[in-house]
């Protein structure tokens, strides 16, 4: 995923307010666990949730994908980045935070997974931290067979991107079409988007297994919900 779109991802996303959904966490943290100093960004992408956080505490990046850590790195040029898989990832620190956002958990794809990420994710909080996770959607919310369209119109730039959601066994695919039109030409390609559907009982059995207890507020910071609590 992504391995197309990489240089893309923030045009792609423009809809997306990450100062708000920074600025969100940061009142979450200062309400759970207002000790907190330090804060690891799980799947963090470009790097965009941590260019609104990483002055207020010491952050961390993890990502699977070189070229957006690539982004990330230009863009929080002080912050740690790691080249890693959610799922299995040994970092010499631990943190007050971890912080899963933006459905990333989703790509994980199994139900398997989803417990090794969220005990993995365990395992770097200090006791006492907060672990935030923002989940993809459930099987019941799954919308099959609903085509949808997006636009990026930027004056050198214009994205059309395109899907159908689709179930495949216990996960959503979206085989995305963009259209991607720059001053060099215009081409067009195919990603396919590949993630875990799972019920709320699923994430809540992999959060408490891994020894942190479960809350959960229905909006969260993009409207998909997010699970939260604190390690014993
Ligand atoms: C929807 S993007 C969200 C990125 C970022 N959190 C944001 O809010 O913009 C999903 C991210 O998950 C990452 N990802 C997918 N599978 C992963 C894995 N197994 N381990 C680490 N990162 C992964 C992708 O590379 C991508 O950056």
Known sequence: MFTKTAEYYDALYHFKDYEEAGNALHALIQHQAPQ???????ACGTGKHLAYLHNRYACAGLDL????????????LTVPFHHADMTDFQLPETFDVVACLFSSIGYVQTVENLRKAVACF????????????????????????KITANFVDQPNLKIAW?????????????DINYLVGTAEGVTSFTESHIM????????????????????????GLFGRGMYYGTKA
């Open 36 to 42: 907190a100093a330090s804060l690891l960004d799980v």
């Open 65 to 76: 994908n070189p070229e957006l850590l690539a982004v990330a790195q230009k863009r929080c």
């Open 122 to 145: 365990t395992r770097h909080l200090n006791p006492g931290g907060l672990l935030v996770i923002e989940p993809w959607i459930t099987p019941e919310n799954y919308w099959i067979d």
């Open 162 to 174: 395109m899907y159908t959601s689709q179930l495949h066994g216990l996960t959503s695919v979206f």
């Open 196 to 219: 875990g559907l799972w019920t709320d009982a699923e994430y809540r059995e992999a959060i408490e297994a891994a020894g942190v207890a479960v809350n959960y507020d229905p909006k």
